[in-house]
C-alpha cells in the first residue's frame, strides 16, 4: 500500500479534488441512502490509508456511524475526535442552487464548510498523526449521521465514547477568521399542540373556537421569553394548522427553538415553555426538551491554551476564540461531562446553511496540520 502523503504534502489542488468528491454525494439529515453513501466513501479512504473502522447500523430512521481507531492501545484515556456527514441541504441543492465551484480561494457547495470540509482534513491529519509515533494516547474518530436534527440517535454513542476521552476535539467550521469555538449556547427544541373546536366558518362561526388564533397568542407568550441579557432566545421556527379556508380550525402545531447561556435557564424555561396553559375551551399538549446542554468555555479552557501556544509556535498562527455562540455540536455534549472540549478545528469560511456556502481552501492546509499536532501532543 503506498502511503498517503502528510497534511503537509497536501496540494491545495489535491485537497479540493478531494473534498468535491465528498460534496457530490448529497447528505442530507432524512436521507439515510445519502448519509450512507458518505460513510461508504469515508470508511474506502480509510481502509486506503490504512485505518481500523467500525461500522454503527444506523437507527430510528438514520444512517450509519463510523469508528475510527488509532494509535498506541493502551488501556488511558485517549484523544477522540467528533465530525458529522450531514447536512441541511435537501437533494438537488447540488444540481439546481449550490454547484461544487471553485471561486478564487473559495470551494463552494453543499456542507464544505458544516462540516465536509472540516471532516475530510481531520481524517487526513487522524491517518498522518496514526502513521507516526508521536501519539501517546489511543485516537478515535467519530462520524455521525443525525447532527444537522439534534443527534436524537447519536447521543449516547457520542457520551460513551467521550467517558473514555482525555480529551475532545470537534471539527465544526472556524469562525471569522480561523478562530476556534470554546463555548456554545444549550439547544432546547418543542413541539406544541394546539385543539380547539371545529365549526363551520359562515353557518356555525360563534361555535368554534380557532386554534390558529389561541396558538398565535401562545407564539406571542413564547417570543416574549427572549432577554438577550440573560442570552435567552425563544424561536418559533415552524408553524401548521387548518384543513380548509371555509372550517374554523380545530389544531394548529408548532415548533419552539430555545437558546440559554446557563443550565439552570434551561431549566428553568424548558419549564415555562412545557407548562403553557390554554384558554378556556382549547387544549394544549407540549413535547420537548433540552436537547444539547450548554457548553462552558471553562470546560476547555486550558486546552484551548494547549492549542494556540501549539499554533503560535509551530505553525506562526495567532488562534483566536469565540467564546460563545448560539449554535449547538456535538461537542455540547462532551463538555457538559466535563471532558476537555475545543471545537471549530475545521475549515474557515462562511454560508453555514445558506446557498452562498463556501470553504476557504488556503485554511485547509493549516487547519489539517493544527489537529494533527493536536492527536500527537496531547
Not at 90 to 103: K, M, Y
Not at 324 to 342: E, K, M, R
Request: net charge negative.
Amino acid at each position: 500500500m503506498t502511503p498517503s502523503p502528510s497534511p503537509k504534502d497536501v496540494s491545495p489542488e489535491r485537497a479540493v479534488a478531494a473534498i468535491s468528491r465528498w460534496l457530490a454525494v448529497e447528505s442530507p439529515t432524512d436521507s439515510a441512502d445519502g448519509v450512507n453513501r458518505m460513510m461508504d466513501l469515508v470508511a474506502d479512504e480509510a481502509a486506503t490509508l490504512g485505518l481500523a473502522a467500525e461500522r454503527v447500523p444506523g437507527r430510528d430512521g438514520f444512517g450509519d456511524n463510523l469508528i475510527l481507531r488509532a494509535g498506541p492501545r493502551t488501556g488511558g484515556p485517549g484523544i477522540l475526535v467528533l465530525s458529522h456527514l450531514d447536512t441541511v441541504h435537501p437533494i438537488g441543492t447540488l444540481a439546481h442552487d449550490l454547484p461544487v465551484r471553485v471561486e478564487g480561494d473559495r470551494l463552494y457547495g453543499p456542507g464544505v464548510y458544516d462540516m465536509k470540509g472540516g471532516a475530510w482534513l481531520a481524517l487526513q491529519a487522524f491517518a498522518a498523526a496514526a502513521r507516526g509515533t508521536a501519539a501517546r494516547r489511543p485516537l478515535t474518530f467519530l462520524f455521525t449521521s443525525d447532527e444537522e436534527t439534534g443527534s436524537q440517535s447519536t447521543r449516547g454513542l457520542i457520551e460513551d465514547l467521550g467517558r473514555r476521552s482525555a480529551a475532545v476535539l470537534v471539527t465544526e467550521p472556524g469562525r471569522d477568521g480561523g478562530k476556534v469555538v470554546t463555548g456554545r449556547k444549550g439547544v432546547g427544541r418543542f413541539d406544541v399542540h394546539v385543539e380547539g373546536r371545529p365549526s363551520h366558518a359562515g353557518t356555525r362561526h360563534a361555535d368554534g373556537r380557532n386554534a390558529i388564533r389561541e396558538a398565535a397568542r401562545l407564539i406571542l407568550e413564547i417570543e416574549g421569553l427572549t432577554d438577550y441579557s440573560r442570552g435567552v432566545t425563544t424561536t418559533v421556527g415552524t408553524i401548521g394548522g387548518g384543513t380548509a379556508e371555509n372550517v374554523v380550525p380545530q389544531h394548529c402545531r408548532f415548533a419552539v427553538d430555545l437558546r440559554v447561556v446557563t443550565a439552570a435557564d434551561g431549566e428553568d424555561y424548558a419549564g415555562r415553555i412545557l407548562g403553557l396553559r390554554a384558554a378556556e375551551d382549547f387544549r394544549v399538549g407540549v413535547t420537548g426538551g433540552m436537547n444539547r446542554p450548554p457548553y462552558d468555555a471553562k470546560a476547555g479552557a486550558a486546552l484551548y491554551a494547549r492549542a494556540r501556544a501549539l499554533a503560535r509556535d509551530e505553525l506562526g498562527i495567532d488562534l483566536g476564540e469565540v467564546p460563545l455562540t448560539g449554535g449547538g455540536s456535538d461537542g455540547n455534549f462532551t463538555a457538559a461531562l466535563g471532558i476537555p472540549t475545543l471545537d471549530g478545528l475545521g475549515i474557515d469560511g462562511d454560508g453555514a446553511h445558506t446557498l452562498q456556502e463556501y470553504g476557504l481552501i488556503s485554511s485547509i492546509a493549516p487547519r489539517m496540520r493544527l489537529v494533527q499536532r493536536l492527536l500527537e501532543t496531547l
